[in-house]
Nanobody, 125 residues
Framework: QVQLKESGGGLVQPGASLRLSCVAS????????MGWFRQSPGKEREFVAH????????DYGNSVKGRFTISRDNTLKTHYLQMDNLKPEDTAVYYC??????????????????WGEGTSVTVSS
């Protein structure tokens, strides 16, 4: 059974940083693409970042480019999302995502194979 467990969310002020972590179990992990999505109330789940199995192909959603950094540690079966210069519009529940393939096929949430339960990030003064 695949399990993805996020941690690291919280309440921060604008301009602050947070690092999210996602620990995977039940997956090979080293051969899986991993990523992050987010969802705000009343909005669709939005692509945030993707990293392929070996960490050589990385993609970001337009709204986070230059501020967020995704990385992975295959030995720990963990991937991370470093979020810098956070803005109020970054407020959302952030979900860990995994694909069966080594590279994501699409930024659409419907193509994600496995989801975590989410961790809440609130950016407010």
């Amino acid at each position: 059974q695949v399990q993805l467990k996020e941690s690291g969310g919280g309440l921060v002020q604008p301009g602050a940083s947070l690092r999210l972590s996602c620990v995977a179990s039940g997956l090979a992990f080293h051969s899986n693409a991993m990523g992050w999505f987010r969802q705000s109330p009343g909005k669709e789940r939005e692509f945030v970042a993707h990293i392929n199995w070996i960490g050589k192909a990385i993609d970001y959603g337009n709204s986070v480019k230059g501020r967020f950094t995704i990385s992975r540690d295959n030995t720990l079966k963990t991937h991370y999302l470093q979020m810098d210069n956070l803005k109020p519009e970054d407020t959302a529940v952030y979900y860990c995502a995994a694909w069966r393939r080594g590279t994501m096929s699409s930024e659409e949430a419907e193509y994600v194979d496995f989801w975590g339960e989410g961790t809440s990030v609130t950016v407010s003064s």
